[in-house]
Nanobody, 113 residues
Framework: VQLQASGGGSVQPGGSLRLSCAASGSISSINAMGWYRQAPGKQRDAVAYITNNGRTTYASSVKGRFTISRDNAKNTVYLQMNSLKPEDTAVYYC????????WGQGTLVTVSS
């Protein structure tokens, strides 16, 4: 499984961004996909994930602001991030759960005025 993340950038507080993660390879083996983030000097934390049947789970810090979704036809998972805060600044990584856990490259999100 290969994952290609995109969509990061710089935004002011209160703004929005949408991250994308396109999966390729052994797509049929994937059970769930998700997003993690790692702020400078901190550990990598889970943000959200979505299962094959559409069940979603969010970290409490993003619940109500972020939405994870998937387009099965495009083998892509999205993370819509609204009402962004400076503390959302981090490198965001997508991952896929199959027989192993696969990681995409990170994409940087900077929230600053």
């Amino acid at each position: 499984v290969q994952l290609q993340a995109s969509g990061g950038g710089s935004v002011q507080p209160g703004g929005s961004l949408r991250l994308s993660c396109a999966a390729s390879g052994s797509i049929s083996s994937i059970n769930a996909m998700g997003w993690y983030r790692q702020a400078p000097g901190k550990q990598r934390d889970a943000v959200a994930y979505i299962t094959n049947n559409g069940r979603t789970t969010y970290a409490s810090s993003v619940k109500g602001r972020f939405t994870i979704s998937r387009d099965n036809a495009k083998n892509t998972v999205y993370l819509q991030m609204n009402s962004l805060k400076p503390e959302d600044t981090a490198v965001y990584y997508c991952n896929a759960y199959a027989s192993n856990v696969y990681w995409g490259q990170g994409t940087l999100v900077t929230v600053s005025s």
